[in-house]
């Protein structure tokens, strides 16, 4: 079975001592591409580190965190910026806006977000978007830029159905499923039954929101598999096939090859 781990930190200190057997898991588990998301400017190096290791398995995203935002995020863009103009990365991500642990920089992270959105249409580059507490801010800034222009994934879904309606309204964005989805009060049973089965992907986001059984212990992209059984059990789908679809969605949103 071939399944994509879209979203995953494998390059963080939790896997530092262990990264060789976190990835013999995950391929074990038949993930054959782990896709990683830079935080700000402070992690570029491990996540450069990470990708030396594994250049057949990783593949690697630019972005500065909405959570790593400062009164200071033009010098940080700058120092992000010069990173992906000078390397080549399937996305600029993780971005966006995070209104759940700070309000303070909320016109900060907006404009910090939108210029990263501009250079996803400059590069022909998906955006990977983390909008926690912010869905209507964040289709608010996609639209100002420029909604056709713009395609990727909202990261860590794990909102209602008419959150999820709003972002299926945006025809060239996809939901992140993640270890959310095996959490018993998480509701997102109801609100993905009926998501058109092309609009989705999977993730980990590791080391964090490790699904059921594993939860609250460090989450790894082997533990995909329990998503993808999750997520076959609400769309009363084979698990083979939601891995070829999400897989395909992946495939079709990064341009990447298996």
């Not at 400062?70 to 390397?87: A, D, G, M, P, V």
């Not at 642990?101 to 404009?111: A, P, V």
Request: aromatic share 8%; with cysteine.
């Amino acid at each position: 079975m071939n399944i994509i781990d879209t979203h995953a930190h494998l390059f963080a200190k939790d896997f530092h001592n262990d990264l060789e057997d976190v990835v013999s898991r995950a391929r074990e588990a038949g993930v054959k591409k782990v896709l990683m998301p830079n935080i700000d400017e402070a992690t570029i190096a491990e996540l450069k580190a990470a990708l030396a290791l594994y250049p057949d398995f990783f593949l690697p995203m630019m972005g500065l965190h909405p959570t790593s935002v400062t009164k200071e995020w033009k010098k940080q863009l700058y120092l992000i910026h010069q990173e992906i103009n000078l390397n080549t990365y399937i996305a600029v991500g993780e971005i966006g806006i995070d209104l759940y642990w700070e309000q303070s920089l909320r016109e900060e992270q907006i404009d910090a977000f939108e210029e990263q959105l501009r250079w996803s249409i400059e590069k022909d580059l998906p955006v990977v978007i983390h909008f926690r507490n912010a869905t209507e801010e964040v289709v608010k800034s996609i639209k100002r830029v420029g909604e056709k222009a713009l395609r990727g994934v909202f990261h860590s879904f794990g909102g209602s159905k008419e959150e999820l309606d709003t972002i299926l309204q945006l025809k060239n964005f996809r939901v992140g499923i993640n270890g959310v989805v095996t959490f018993k009060n998480s509701g997102l049973t109801e609100t993905l039954i009926h998501c058109p089965r092309e609009r989705v992907i999977l993730e980990t986001d590791s080391p964090w929101l490790a699904p059921v059984p594993h939860r609250g212990k460090r989450n790894e992209s082997a533990y995909l598999a329990f998503i993808l059984k999750k997520m076959a059990e609400i769309w009363q789908e084979s698990e083979e096939f939601v891995a070829q679809r999400t897989s395909s969605n992946a495939i079709e949103l990064f341009n990447i090859v298996i």
